[in-house]
């Protein structure tokens, strides 16, 4: 069955293909329609937390999705005498969020059949309490419309269908959520993925694209930003790939110019060629295809130009949401998730949606990382492209830049990829510290509402005290370096786009932390009494006994100095997982793995490094303070020149 005049649709009923069996419960779900009831109505006012602990299944069966009756992309059986709910991540309608940012206030919920049986349509509130709205039994080949809508939405909430079959299999053909058709012509999107020598993901997702001709079909361009070394033109494979993309991919060779670089070409490339949107992606993710046209669907009704963004999942477990965009603490300038249940993550075949109380709600956000970020090229005209920072930071400072402008970011439920998480790395360490603590200051220097940044200097300063008792030398001489250069104005940005980054690798020979090992053995063994396992009982002091311990640990490591069996033979290991600032403190030399798992490094206790690092470290942050307004001036007065299209255009080489 077409679209009826005056309707399009707005999301599809979509199943994995055969290799996402892992992801079967973003999808469907088998067992009851209700899915989940709160014991007493009540209790959840007086208690949500205790009330969410209380929560069980009506009904509840250990069946689960037969995936050998996924028929194809948009179709599934139900088998006789069962049920099946599309009360999923990627199934059910986000409808708080259209209500919310959208002029869409009733939509149409269209469900093809065949065979005997009944469909069930349910709503959630903010709360995540669940009623049913509708239901029609269904009987050979049918097609049932349910007119829905928005109007309870303003908090949150969810609508959804259920199929339970009665007399014989149920088979669903397809469905689909519609709403009013926009006016104009049918947009298009630049989709952009910058790659540092991860030329096997970047094929891979142009491959899902090459497969998926109805996301393909929404593209002006597929442009791949390549700035490694590997080359993804280089591949094996590629020129088959190519010639199935035809026209629309372009690969791009420039330097490494970092995320922002990457990312800024993708941008500029979007408004040259004419497109609507300029579609982010990373390189090391998996698409799910079906978002693009989600995230351009929603955003063509958004009431304003308004960037959309998408959710990320673990990409080594598939049914788990990592993160589904970020806030700023405006007080520390510092990233956070937007509810607390999040800094756990939360896995969906673990508790499924209709199980999860909180998912409910809507969450607006400061930005959406740029895993997937959907931006209206309109917006890139009006506030500019992203500021030259390598890397970390430029996305949420997008994000700030694009509010102050009236523009917000809608982190979009059921529009996702799955990525590389960030549980094993450790990005505050090392070399990419620079580009940490420089970006998260210019964007305070920018943005902060504060006297002087807030907590931002006082939490700097504390940071630099960590790494400094935690023997991690490279990493606070590159967070100095970081210093000096914001001290030296917003001139030095677009010109150290791809300088900076080997400059400071160099540093890193003169740094035993900063040197890797992939096997333990190649370091001298512990010395007696030392292990593994040694300080990992050792807490952070209480808050109370903070600057005693600070001021008596940092003395200490100031004016002792470490024995010389110390600095031949480490006294101990230390797994990653114990890797803290104050257990670190307690070494004077030690060996330790790094997040990843794959190499350690050795930190030995420097104290004349100790005293002159943090010497510099306590006049920096002086001199922070007192030129915090004028500094600020200077960047800010500085922005629209450096996120110029003229300006980029310079540093792309585009201008010779």
């Known amino acids: 069955m077409s679209e009826a005049p005056g309707w399009a649709t707005l999301q599809r009923v979509i199943f994995p293909p055969e290799s996402g069996v892992d992801t079967m419960s973003l999808y469907a779900d088998a067992g009851p329609a209700a899915g989940v009831r709160i014991n007493e109505s009540d209790e959840f006012a007086r208690n949500p937390k205790r009330t969410e602990d209380k929560l069980h299944l009506v009904g509840s069966s250990p069946r689960e999705v037969h995936f050998d009756d996924v028929m194809s992309r948009h179709s599934i059986r139900v088998r006789s005498g069962e049920q099946l709910s599309l009360g999923t991540y990627f199934n059910a309608f986000p409808a708080g969020y259209w209500r919310r940012w959208t002029e869409v206030r009733e939509v149409r919920l269209v469900v093809e059949t065949r065979g005997h049986g009944t469909i069930s349509v349910y709503k959630s509130n903010a709360r995540g309490t669940i009623q049913r709205v509708d239901g029609s039994r269904v009987e050979g080949e049918s097609s049932t419309e349910f007119l829905l809508s928005l109007k309870p939405f303003g908090d949150g909430g969810w609508y959804w269908f259920d199929l339970a079959s009665s007399q014989e299999d149920l088979v669903l053909d397809r ?14 999107v630049t989709i952009q993925v910058t790659t540092m020598n991860k030329p096997d993901f970047c094929l891979a ?18 442009l791949i930003v390549d700035q490694g070394t590997n080359k993804v033109a280089d591949q094996p494979g590629f020129e088959e790939l190519a010639s199935r993309l035809g026209e629309k991919l372009r690969i791009i060779e420039q330097a490494n110019l970092g995320g ?7 941008m500029y490339e ?12 990373d390189d090391d993710v998996v698409l799910e295809p079906e978002s693009i046209a989600r995230l351009m669907s929603f955003a063509a009704h958004c009431k304003t130009p308004t960037i959309v963004g998408g959710h990320m999942f673990d990409l080594y477990s598939r049914s788990t949401l990592y993160s589904m965009g970020e806030i700023i603490d405006a007080r520390s300038i510092s990233p956070d998730q937007p509810h607390q249940e999040m800094q756990m993550r939360h896995d969906f075949s673990v508790s499924n949606l209709r199980q999860t109380p909180w998912m409910h709600r809507r969450f607006d956000v400061d930005y959406n990382g740029w895993w997937m970020c959907l931006v209206p090229t309109s917006v890139i005209k009006k506030i500019g492209l992203p500021l030259p920072l390598f890397l970390k930071w430029d996305d949420s400072e997008y994000g700030l830049r694009a509010r102050a402008a009236g523009i917000r970011t809608v982190s979009l439920p059921g529009a996702a990829l799955w990525h590389i998480s960030w549980i094993d790395k450790d990005d505050l360490v090392g070399w990419q510290a620079y580009f940490h603590s420089r970006n998260r ?14 907590a931002v200097i006082r939490e700097s300063l504390q940071s630099d005290i960590k790494h400094l008792v ?10 100095l370096k970081a210093m000096a250069d914001l001290f030296e104005g917003p001139g030095h940005l677009h010109p150290s786009l791809a300088t900076k980054l080997p400059e400071i690798m160099r540093m890193r020979s003169e740094y035993s932390d900063a040197q890797m090992r992939e096997d333990l053995d190649d370091f001298p063994a512990p010395s007696l009494g030392g292990g593994p396992s040694t300080m990992s009982h050792v807490g952070m002091p209480a808050k109370k006994d903070m600057v005693k311990w600070g001021l008596t640990t940092v003395a200490r490591q100031l004016v002792s100095r470490p024995s010389e069996e110390a600095m031949t033979r480490p006294q101990s290991h230390l797994a990653h997982v114990d890797n803290r600032w104050f257990r670190l403190a307690h070494y004077d030399s030690v060996v330790v793995s790094n997040a990843e798992g794959t190499a ?20 920096q942050h002086a001199r922070l303070f007192t030129s915090w307004e004028s500094l600020a001036e200077a960047y800010r007065t500085a922005l629209p020149e450096l996120v110029s ?12």
Do not use: C
Request: proline letters at 5%.
């Open 645 to 656: 299209m003229e300006a980029w255009r310079k540093t792309f080489g585009l201008d010779r």
């Open 260 to 266: 922002s670089g990457g990312f800024a070409r993708g």
């Open 470 to 479: 935690s023997m991690q030398y490279f990493t606070e001489e590159s967070r």
């Open 600 to 619: 350690a490094s050795w930190y030995k206790r420097d104290p004349r490094k100790m005293r002159t690092m943090l010497a510099r470290a306590g006049n």
């Open 205 to 222: 997702n142009a491959r899902i694209l090459a497969d998926h001709p109805e996301a393909l079909d929404l593209a002006h361009e597929v």
């Open 175 to 188: 469905a689909r959520w519609e709403g009013p058709q926009t006016a104009g012509p049918a947009q298009s």
């Open 270 to 281: 979007a408004v040259e060629n004419g497109s609507d949107y300029v579609l982010l992606l």
């Open 441 to 454: 200051l210019i964007t305070a220097l920018l943005h902060s509402p504060h006297a002087k940044g807030g």
